[in-house]
């Protein structure tokens, strides 16, 4: 049973602190979706690369996220320094497809608290 | 500035009656209609779509509805069942300037389904 996964589940971490979320999408796709979810906001894509290379990263806060692909089996999203505003729920989500609307594998994402 | 509207955040309806979850859009460049359905503490999942040349789509229980002309589509389910009690999330496909496609997504609305 293919699943995206998502390292940690749940993290807490103090203000100016550097948080980093690890994702491992399904074997093959290659197409991979950082998303974030508030109350405020839903859910808001922030990044997404397809064969490892980054395609748009127009949501994400540049100043303090990153998103790398280091190999195909590994995503990764840093904040660095972490805040409280950035308290949310963190889902990758992988694709086997070449557009956003094939459908798209969701983790069960990183709940990430700031304190 | 939500381009996807979700305007109810819960509904809770009675166990083999129908339920219709909406959402209204406000960008008339979009051209492709998810529904995506979410249980506490997992990602979500891939319900159902269509494309904005056709006006309905219809798999098992479920059916999504689109009004091109009121920018507002709906998800019916029918019978409700217990196991459809979830957040349910309306996205909409839009092609960036940048070229890359992306989903934007609706705040979500919280189903309960009562036995």
């Known amino acids: 049973d293919a699943r995206v996964t998502q390292t940690p589940r749940h993290k807490v971490t103090e203000m100016g602190q550097e948080v980093t979320m690890r994702c491992q999408p399904i074997?093959?796709?290659?197409?991979v979706f950082w998303y974030r979810q508030t109350m405020m906001q839903g859910l808001e894509l922030l990044a997404y690369f397809r064969n490892r290379a980054p395609l748009d990263d127009s949501g994400m806060p540049k100043d303090r996220f990153s998103a790398e692909m280091p190999d195909a089996t590994l995503a990764t999203l840093k904040i660095q320094p972490s805040e409280p505003r950035d308290s949310a729920v963190y889902f990758c989500?992988?694709?086997?497809?070449?557009?956003?609307?094939?459908?798209?594998?969701f983790g069960p994402g990183t709940r990430l608290t700031v304190l | 500035d939500q381009q996807v509207k979700q305007n109810s955040p819960s509904l809770s309806v009675q166990e083999g009656r129908i339920s219709i979850l909406n959402c209204d859009y406000t960008n008339s460049m979009f051209d492709y209609f998810l529904w995506y359905k979410k249980y506490p503490a997992e990602g979500p999942t891939f319900l159902i779509s269509i494309s904005s040349i056709k006006d309905k789509n219809e798999d098992g229980r479920f059916t999504v509805f689109l009004n091109k002309s009121a920018k507002h589509l709906s998800l019916h389910i029918v019978p409700s069942q217990p196991g459809d009690s979830a957040v349910y999330f309306c996205a909409a496909s839009v092609t960036t300037q940048g070229g890359s496609e992306k989903l934007v997504f609706g705040k979500g609305t919280k189903l309960t389904v009562n036995p």
């Open positions: 074997l093959g796709h290659n197409t």
């Open positions: 989500a992988s694709g086997l497809g070449y557009t956003s609307t094939d459908t798209q594998y």
